[in-house]
């Protein structure tokens, strides 16, 4: 019995015939038979994924999976539930860290996060399994989003056998037409699981047809995993592969539209010469220069990036000027950034990920113009210091979220407040505030989550601000460093209430409650 789990515009692993439930009830009227599952799909839902393996693995009789053109994500895991997993050899497996579409506040986010972390372990057993690697190499695999032939899942052992057709698949004109219109890399790309002799039976055309939309797919997941940039003193330059002679270079992330002929300066400083489009040398840069092929300097640039800053090592700025960022991911484990020359710094999105290499902003304030989340840690149990001040714009909520105590929290030199009465400093972490004046003077201070400690650390005297939240009241509240600590107002804290020698509390002729 044949089960073909192909794509169409409409369903994918998990919905419609690629369901669980639908291969259910495939399986049962199968009655022991030797079964075909035929995949071409990129995927869907990891969980419906694990329940179709399941069920192939439970079957009775002999079952043998076929990745006929492609099984990526969640569909090449269905792939590992046959006895005999084969390869068509112009198929394509892909594999990579599970995604899922989030909403909600901080403290959600975060278990996504989590829940994440264990789908990834409960995938990676499954190929563990199929393979033979150990964890510390599939892993490696599943996070770099790894593509692979039939010959190269073959030599990992993610298949059993490649499917060599006698009469191979032709009349690549019926699938050039799907790729006729994308760059000429992708073209290559999509070339090379075709034959371009012109005869074509008819089991193989039938083939082709089903698969055209997952052709489709194929082309916008190349632009969105194959694509690299590299950012230049001239904007960004996209292109697939390493930047070397010849490479096709663009303007844009689709890849659509050639870079202009100029020469361009890398963060290394290497010289790229481009024209027509294309790489024509690359000069390494000046071997007597003080470099650190590390960083990427902004001294005599202002840098504004409209879309997520992606940054594994270090972005530094030792001049003014301005610095305009969407949102930035930190990832790596020396990933920093250095802004010392001071630049005015503005920041419209979402701040995540691993900052253990240090944070630098400068001590101008750094302009909250949107509502945004901080939720970045380091390792070792530091606390991320930051020397500027926050200024918050009006009717704007800046949120620090997911930096407990354990992964070091943060810390403030600099005031925070808001650009009128109107915005609002919600503290969903541990935050130690190391300033005399109060936080958020002008403004709205929330700070009354479970997950929320609010230390005052200065080593001389500090303002204590009154809460602004609905339900008052600081969830846990430390009074550390030294000299005295000042109410402004009646306070009151709902959890842990500390008080470390030698600071000490000024009441001001006001009282602090903790029940």
């Given at each position: 019995m044949n089960i073909y789990l192909y794509d169409t515009e409409t369903d994918c692993i998990g919905s419609g015939i690629l369901s669980s439930a639908y291969i259910q009830t495939q399986l049962q009227a199968a009655a022991g038979q030797d079964v075909e599952v035929h995949i071409s799909s990129v995927g869907g839902s990891a969980f419906d994924a694990i329940a179709i393996y399941d069920l192939l693995k439970k079957y009775p009789g002999k079952v043998t999976t076929y990745i006929d053109a492609l099984a990526a994500s969640a569909a090449s895991i269905v792939a590992m539930g046959?006895?005999?997993?084969?390869?068509?050899?112009?198929?394509?497996?892909?594999?990579?860290?599970?995604?899922?579409g989030s909403g909600g506040n901080a403290d959600e986010l975060l278990k996504d996060v989590q829940m994440l972390n264990v789908v990834q372990?409960?995938?990676?057993?499954?190929?563990?399994?199929?393979?033979g690697l150990d964890e510390v190499t599939v892993n490696s695999l599943i996070n770099s989003v790894t593509w692979m032939t039939a010959d190269q899942a073959l030599d990992l052992g993610f298949i059993d056998q490649i499917e060599d057709y006698s009469q191979p698949i032709t009349n690549s004109a019926l699938i050039k037409k799907y790729t006729s219109a994308a760059p000429a890399i992708y073209q290559r790309c999509i070339n090379k699981i075709l034959?371009?002799?012109?005869?074509?039976?008819?089991?193989?055309?039938?083939?082709?047809?089903?698969?055209?939309?997952?052709?489709?797919?194929?082309?916008?997941?190349?632009?969105?995993?194959?694509?690299k940039q590299t950012i230049t003193d001239k904007g960004t330059l996209h292109h697939a592969g390493e930047l070397d002679e010849s490479t096709e270079v663009y303007q844009d992330e689709d890849m659509s539209t050639p870079a202009a002929a100029d020469t361009y300066t890398t963060a290394s400083g290497q010289k790229v010469?481009?024209?027509?489009?294309?790489?024509?040398?690359v000069t390494p840069a000046d071997p007597d220069a003080e470099d650190d092929d590390s960083s990427f300097e902004l001294s005599t640039y202002n840098l504004s990036v409209g879309s997520t800053s992606f940054i594994a090592e270090t972005l530094s700025k030792t001049g003014a000027g301005a610095v305009s960022m969407q949102e930035i991911q930190l990832s790596g484990s020396i990933s920093?950034?250095?802004?010392?020359?001071?630049?005015?710094?503005?920041?419209?999105?979402?701040?995540?990920?691993?900052?253990?290499?240090?944070?630098?902003?400068?001590?101008?304030p750094v302009n909250i113009t949107t509502s945004v989340t901080f939720s970045t840690w380091t390792a070792g149990n530091v606390a991320i210091a930051w020397a500027n001040s926050f200024l918050i714009a009006?009717?704007?909520?800046?949120?620090?979220?997911?930096?407990?105590?354990?992964?070091?929290?943060?810390?403030?030199?600099?005031?925070?407040?808001?650009?009128?009465a109107t915005a609002i400093f919600d503290n969903r972490s541990t935050y130690t505030h190391n300033n005399a004046s109060a936080?958020?003077?002008?403004?709205?201070?929330?700070?009354?989550?479970?997950?929320?400690?609010?230390?005052?650390?200065?080593?001389?005297?500090?303002d204590i601000a009154v809460r602004s939240d609905a339900t008052p009241g600081y969830q846990n509240l430390t009074l550390q460093g030294s000299g005295a600590k000042r109410l402004l107002g009646n306070v009151s804290v709902k959890g842990i209430y500390t008080v470390t020698g030698p600071a000490t509390l000024n009441t001001n002729g006001f009282a602090l409650t903790n029940p």
């Amino acid at each position: 019995m044949n089960i073909y789990l192909y794509d169409t515009e409409t369903d994918c692993i998990g919905s419609g015939i690629l369901s669980s439930a639908y291969i259910q009830t495939q399986l049962q009227a199968a009655a022991g038979q030797d079964v075909e599952v035929h995949i071409s799909s990129v995927g869907g839902s990891a969980f419906d994924a694990i329940a179709i393996y399941d069920l192939l693995k439970k079957y009775p009789g002999k079952v043998t999976t076929y990745i006929d053109a492609l099984a990526a994500s969640a569909a090449s895991i269905v792939a590992m539930g046959g006895q005999v997993v084969a390869m068509s050899k112009y198929a394509l497996l892909m594999i990579h860290k599970p995604m899922v579409g989030s909403g909600g506040n901080a403290d959600e986010l975060l278990k996504d996060v989590q829940m994440l972390n264990v789908v990834q372990s409960r995938l990676a057993q499954i190929y563990m399994d199929k393979t033979g690697l150990d964890e510390v190499t599939v892993n490696s695999l599943i996070n770099s989003v790894t593509w692979m032939t039939a010959d190269q899942a073959l030599d990992l052992g993610f298949i059993d056998q490649i499917e060599d057709y006698s009469q191979p698949i032709t009349n690549s004109a019926l699938i050039k037409k799907y790729t006729s219109a994308a760059p000429a890399i992708y073209q290559r790309c999509i070339n090379k699981i075709l034959n371009t002799n012109n005869n074509m039976n008819m089991e193989n055309k039938e083939l082709i047809d089903r698969s055209t939309s997952v052709l489709d797919k194929i082309m916008n997941f190349f632009k969105k995993v194959v694509n690299k940039q590299t950012i230049t003193d001239k904007g960004t330059l996209h292109h697939a592969g390493e930047l070397d002679e010849s490479t096709e270079v663009y303007q844009d992330e689709d890849m659509s539209t050639p870079a202009a002929a100029d020469t361009y300066t890398t963060a290394s400083g290497q010289k790229v010469a481009v024209k027509d489009g294309k790489v024509q040398s690359v000069t390494p840069a000046d071997p007597d220069a003080e470099d650190d092929d590390s960083s990427f300097e902004l001294s005599t640039y202002n840098l504004s990036v409209g879309s997520t800053s992606f940054i594994a090592e270090t972005l530094s700025k030792t001049g003014a000027g301005a610095v305009s960022m969407q949102e930035i991911q930190l990832s790596g484990s020396i990933s920093s950034i250095q802004f010392t020359g001071n630049p005015t710094v503005s920041l419209s999105g979402n701040f995540t990920g691993d900052c253990r290499g240090g944070i630098n902003f400068g001590t101008n304030p750094v302009n909250i113009t949107t509502s945004v989340t901080f939720s970045t840690w380091t390792a070792g149990n530091v606390a991320i210091a930051w020397a500027n001040s926050f200024l918050i714009a009006s009717g704007k909520t800046f949120t620090s979220a997911g930096l407990s105590s354990t992964l070091g929290g943060m810390t403030t030199t600099g005031t925070i407040n808001g650009g009128d009465a109107t915005a609002i400093f919600d503290n969903r972490s541990t935050y130690t505030h190391n300033n005399a004046s109060a936080p958020m003077s002008t403004g709205k201070l929330y700070c009354n989550q479970a997950a929320n400690t609010f230390i005052y650390g200065l080593a001389g005297n500090q303002d204590i601000a009154v809460r602004s939240d609905a339900t008052p009241g600081y969830q846990n509240l430390t009074l550390q460093g030294s000299g005295a600590k000042r109410l402004l107002g009646n306070v009151s804290v709902k959890g842990i209430y500390t008080v470390t020698g030698p600071a000490t509390l000024n009441t001001n002729g006001f009282a602090l409650t903790n029940p």
